[in-house]
C-alpha cells in the first residue's frame, strides 16, 4: 500500500492529451514538492517533472505537472506511441521523515 | 554526462548480507546528496535511504532501517548500501541515485540501471 495515490492505469490515443492523478496528505504533497518519473519499459526512471512544475532540459513541454493542496497531476499533451511507460509521483514527507511514492500508472497509447 | 554504475547485486539466501557499490561520475560528487531506490518484481518504486554529501547525515526508510546501512567514500566517488539479515521481500532491482542538491529534502535527478538482488533459498 503506497503512501501516495496514483491510478493504476490510464490510456489514450495520439494526439490527445491525458492526466495522471497522485493524490496525498498534507504531511507530503501538501507540505512538500512533487516530483514525477516515467519509467520505460525495461529501464530506470527518468525525471520528468520537479519541484511540482519544472522540467528538466530535453524534456518536451509536452509534459506539465500542476499541485494544489494534497493533490499533483501530470498532464501529456500530444499523446505519442513513446509515451507509453509507468509514471511514478513522489514527495517527501514530514511524519515517516522519508521519501514516498505512489503506486505507479501504466499508460496505454492506444 | 552523469553515470551512475551499480553492482553487487546477486543470489543470496533469507538472512544473508551483501555490499552493494554505486559508481558515480560526470559531477562533483562530493556537492550532492545520493540515494537508493529500490523496485520489487512488477511494483512501483520504494524510497530505501539517503546521505548528505559529507556522509554526516542519513535517511532511512522504516522498513529496513536497522537492517540496511547508506554510506559512501568521497575519495572513490562511490556510493554503498550494506543490507544485512535480507528477506525475500527484500527481493528487487536496487538503483542508485543522484540528488538534485546536497539535502535530502531535493530528489533524484540520474538514476543508474540498477542492480538485482534476490533473497531466496
Known amino acids: 500500500q503506497s503512501v501516495l495515490t496514483q491510478p493504476p492505469s490510464a490510456s489514450g490515443t495520439p494526439g490527445q492529451r491525458v492526466t495522471i492523478s497522485c493524490s496525498g496528505s498534507?504531511?507530503?504533497?501538501?507540505?512538500?514538492?512533487v516530483y514525477w518519473y516515467q519509467q520505460l519499459p525495461g529501464t530506470a526512471p527518468k525525471l520528468l517533472i520537479y519541484?511540482?512544475?519544472q522540467r528538466p532540459s530535453g524534456v518536451p513541454d509536452r509534459f506539465s505537472g500542476s499541485k494544489s493542496g494534497t493533490s499533483a497531476s501530470l498532464a501529456i499533451s500530444g499523446l505519442r506511441s513513446e509515451d507509453e511507460a509507468d509514471y511514478h509521483c513522489?514527495?517527501?514527507?514530514?511524519?515517516?521523515?522519508?521519501?514516498?511514492f505512489g503506486g505507479g500508472t501504466k499508460l496505454t497509447v492506444l | 554526462e552523469v553515470q551512475l554504475v551499480e553492482s553487487g547485486g546477486a543470489l543470496v539466501q533469507p538472512g544473508g548480507s551483501l555490499r552493494l557499490s554505486c559508481a558515480a561520475s560526470?559531477?562533483?560528487?562530493?556537492?550532492?546528496?545520493l540515494t537508493w531506490v529500490r523496485q520489487a518484481p512488477g511494483k512501483g518504486l520504494e524510497w530505501i535511504s539517503t546521505?548528505?554529501?559529507?556522509?554526516?547525515?542519513?535517511y532511512y526508510a522504516q522498513a529496513i532501517k536497522g537492517r540496511f546501512t547508506i554510506s559512501r567514500d568521497n575519495s572513490r566517488n562511490t556510493l554503498y548500501l550494506q543490507l544485512n539479515s535480507l528477506r525475500a521481500e527484500d527481493t528487487a532491482i536496487y538503483y542508485c541515485?543522484?540528488?538534485?542538491?546536497?539535502?535530502?529534502?531535493?530528489?533524484?535527478?540520474?538514476w543508474g540501471q540498477g542492480t538485482p538482488v534476490t533473497v531466496s533459498s
Open positions: 541515485s543522484k540528488g538534485q542538491m546536497n539535502s535530502p529534502y531535493y530528489f533524484t535527478d540520474y
Open positions: 560526470g559531477f562533483t560528487f562530493t556537492k550532492f546528496a
Open positions: 546521505i548528505t554529501g559529507s556522509g554526516g547525515a542519513t
Open positions: 498534507s504531511s507530503n504533497i501538501g507540505s512538500n514538492s
Open positions: 519541484r511540482n512544475d
Open positions: 513522489a514527495s517527501w514527507d514530514d511524519s515517516l521523515r522519508g521519501w514516498v
